[in-house]
């Protein structure tokens, strides 16, 4: 629905920041800024007014369509990233939500997380009620949550740096989607990820998994350090029409009982690939060199609009 696409979150990227732009229901929009620290130190933003003059210089288009609109509301948050000891007891209390822990905003995780907080709070009170003794599966869950925080985190810490990149920023969302999509998404749609039972068997691979994910988010790190500015050239690179991603998407349409081994090792398969694309790309290999296996997956179209 292109005529509504605005009512979508709006993110307007450059070197170590971003911009959002909300439309919220009751007409407000929302607009935040959201910096690392080298851009933090520099922009001296500490009113409206301060913001304003900010995106004049940084985004001009934003400052002219929100020229002459109220404030309703300003709040500064440094150091919004936050962690907490423990969300999951076995002496039957927990935490959900952002009482717990927060990341980022850049890909709105936080009904995921709420989501999947949900499940694991639900699974060890069914065993409580059950009376079963519970010390093992909150451990596990806890630690299972944790590693899915940290893994989170890793998609945004010294990443910042590449937000004006847009090839360092189309692989990077190409990524990042895939692999939600591949990994997280998957085992959270065949009900696997809040289960025990079911994560048990599924160990090794998703610590494989999650190595190849922190390989390539050092990529990305590495790249963000130079910072580089290359602005995007205006290229819609419709989700869609990328082989792995919809690939993975329908996988999340199987039944809730088809095997979710299988379809994870063979997402990982595919994964694999599309890492390999990945770093291709990001060493400036060309399209036409690049590995078949990554070109089928990532898609010519794509492969295109970020090289164009
Ligand atoms: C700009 C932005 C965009 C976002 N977009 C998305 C998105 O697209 N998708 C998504 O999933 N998530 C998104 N999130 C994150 C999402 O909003 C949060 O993850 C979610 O609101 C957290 O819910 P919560 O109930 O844990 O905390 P909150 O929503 O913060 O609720 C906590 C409530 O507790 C109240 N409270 C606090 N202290 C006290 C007290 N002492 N006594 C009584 N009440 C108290 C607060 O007033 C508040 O109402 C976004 C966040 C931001 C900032």
């Not at 709070?121 to 940290?150: C, H, P, W």
């Not at 989700?239 to 991603?245: A, E, I, N, R």
């Not at 036409?288 to 990554?294: G, I, K, L, R, T």
Request: charged residues 20%.
């Amino acid at each position: 629905m292109p005529h509504e696409r605005w009512k979508s979150t709006v993110h307007l990227t450059g070197p170590g920041y971003w911009v959002w732009l909300i439309p919220l229901e009751s007409g407000v929009t929302s607009v935040g800024i959201v910096m690392d620290d080298t851009v933090y130190n520099s922009a001296n933003i500490h009113d409206p007014q301060s913001a304003v003059r900010w995106l004049e210089q940084n985004q001009p288009r934003c400052a002219d369509a929100i020229a002459g609109a109220t404030f309703l509301d300003f709040v500064r948050l440094p150091n919004y990233a936050f962690d907490c000891k423990k969300v999951l007891s076995a002496d039957r209390w927990a935490i959900s939500g952002e009482a717990g822990f927060f990341a980022d905003p850049f890909y709105s995780p936080g009904s995921d997380f709420i989501a999947i907080a949900n499940g694991f709070i639900t699974s060890l009170m069914a065993d409580d009620r059950m009376g079963k003794d519970i010390q093992l599966n909150a451990a596990v869950y806890e630690k299972i949550f944790r590693s899915i925080y940290q893994n989170t985190l890793s998609l945004y810490v010294d990443q910042y740096g590449g937000f004006g990149d847009r090839l360092m920023m189309g692989l990077k969302t190409l990524w990042d989607i895939a692999y939600y999509w591949g990994v997280l998404s998957l085992l959270y749609f065949r009900d696997a990820l809040c289960d025990y039972q079911k994560m048990r068997p599924l160990i090794n691979d998703l610590l494989a998994t999650q190595e190849l994910n922190q390989q390539i988010q050092a990529l990305f790190r590495e790249r963000a350090k130079q910072r580089l500015v290359l602005p995007a050239r205006g290229v819609f690179l419709d989700q869609y029409k990328v082989p792995c991603l919809k690939y993975f998407n329908d996988v999340l349409q199987n039944p809730l009982d088809a095997d979710v081994q299988t379809d994870l090792q063979r997402n990982m398969e595919i994964l694999r690939c599309v890492a390999g694309g990945v770093t291709e790309l990001l060493q400036g290999v060309s399209l036409q060199d690049m590995a078949p296996a990554a070109r089928e997956w990532i898609g010519d179209n794509y492969c295109y609009g970020l090289l164009a």
